[in-house]
């Protein structure tokens, strides 16, 4: 049987090779997530007439703008409950990584329902901005 004889000198050499490689591909594995960075849409939601109800179901609805004259195209809507009634009811929102690729300007508009029936609502498109720390102030009016 053959003997494998590897000195102290030797195994280091291997330990600190191995520890190298093993530590490059975490670094890599790291930048790799930092670019894949989380955006995130945030504001509020505010009504100067009346509260927003308790258990209203908020929608927010994120719409790619097309050409002049063109029909806007809905991308996404996000729908949450709200928690209490308020005038200013806060949201925050992760945005998924396609709507950063997208080569026309977003808007968003929400709309407040109450069992099932529209309440409330913005009456134009607000545009999102490029700065991620800039909160939106969306209005809604009694419908």
Do not use: W
């Not at 191995?18 to 989380?38: D, P, Q």
């Not at 505010?46 to 790619?64: C, G, H, M, Y």
């Not at 308020?86 to 997208?102: G, T, V, Y």
């Amino acid at each position: 049987m053959y003997a494998l004889n590897i000195s102290a000198k030797d195994y280091f050499r291997c330990l600190i090779l191995f520890i190298t490689v093993t530590l490059s591909g975490c670094a890599h594995i790291s930048e790799m997530s930092l670019s894949n960075k989380s955006y995130y849409l945030e504001g509020n939601i505010q009504n100067f007439n009346q509260k927003i109800p308790e258990d209203a179901t908020v929608t927010l609805s994120v719409t790619q703008s097309k050409i002049a004259g063109e029909k806007e195209f809905p991308f996404r809507d996000y729908i949450f409950l709200t928690q209490s009634e308020s005038k200013k009811i806060p949201f925050r929102l992760a945005l998924h990584n396609e709507l950063s690729s997208l080569s026309h300007q977003l808007s968003i508009s929400v709309r407040v329902e109450k069992d099932g029936k529209l309440i409330m609502m913005s009456d134009k498109l607000t545009p999102l901005t490029d700065q991620p720390d800039k909160k939106l102030t969306l209005i809604v009016h009694n419908s």
